[in-house]
T-cell receptor
């Protein structure tokens, strides 16, 4: 149980376009979802936390107008990278937790974004 | 701000020998996690440590937690090639976020 999926697994886009990444909890209701970014050979950095039906809370230094996060249902959160630039190229990983186990995050498989 | 420090950052292991990865954190936390990441992949959960003195073992990996010293260790016994990966520790903050260490890249050589 506790499976989190992400789609797409890889995406290549042109500079200036927007890209949407989906994160789904397949077998549980995710009351909270987290979005991380990981640059090559670096650690995971938390970008934002989203609770179902609420606005996302962004970490310091993360542009909320550039990284739009929507958590419209208990099984789906989306991250939209708007006007993507090459420096946004990264590995984006989501995780999810549920109300009965807020100390456990289940990680998705990640999305590799390459902006040309 | 919670800081999590791992060392070493790189570890070249010889097959059959034992090694330890250290994880220090700066403020009190109720939970410490160890994850494994293979190249191009996401995180695989290894252990969650909940209390002082907690010790968990799975195969050749053993993790322990000393909350008074704010230190966790991941001990690898008789390293084998399959253990080559990057290992992260992470600490749960008061607002249920994870703060990650920098990661330890392990390479096991024959």
């Amino acid at each position: 149980g506790a499976v989190v999926s992400q789609h797409p697994s890889r995406v290549i886009c042109k500079s200036g376009t927007s890209v949407k990444i989906e994160c789904r909890s397949l077998d549980f209701q995710a009351t909270t979802m987290f979005w991380y970014r990981q640059f090559p050979k670096q650690s995971l950095m938390l970008m934002a936390t989203s609770n179902e039906g609420s606005k996302a809370t962004y970490e310091q230094g993360v542009e909320k107008d550039k990284f739009l996060i929507n958590h419209a249902s208990l099984t789906l959160s989306t991250l939209t990278v708007t006007s993507a630039h090459p420096e946004d190229s990264s590995f984006y990983i989501c995780s999810a937790s549920w109300q009965g186990s807020t100390d456990t995050q289940y990680f998705g498989p990640g999305t590799r974004l390459t902006v040309l | 701000e919670l800081k999590v420090e791992q060392n070493p950052l790189f570890l070249s292991m010889q097959e059959g020998k034992n090694y330890t990865i250290y994880c220090n954190y700066s403020t009190t936390s109720d939970r410490l996690y160890w994850y494994r990441q293979d190249p191009g992949k996401s995180l695989e959960s290894l252990f969650v440590l909940l209390s002082n003195g907690a010790v968990k073992q799975e195969g050749r990996l053993m993790a322990s937690l000393d909350t008074k010293a704010r230190l966790s260790t991941l001990h690898i016994t008789a390293a084998v090639h399959d253990l080559s990966a990057t290992y992260f520790c992470a600490v749960l903050t008061n607002d249920y976020k994870l703060s990650f260490g920098a990661g330890t890249t392990v390479t096991v050589r024959a």
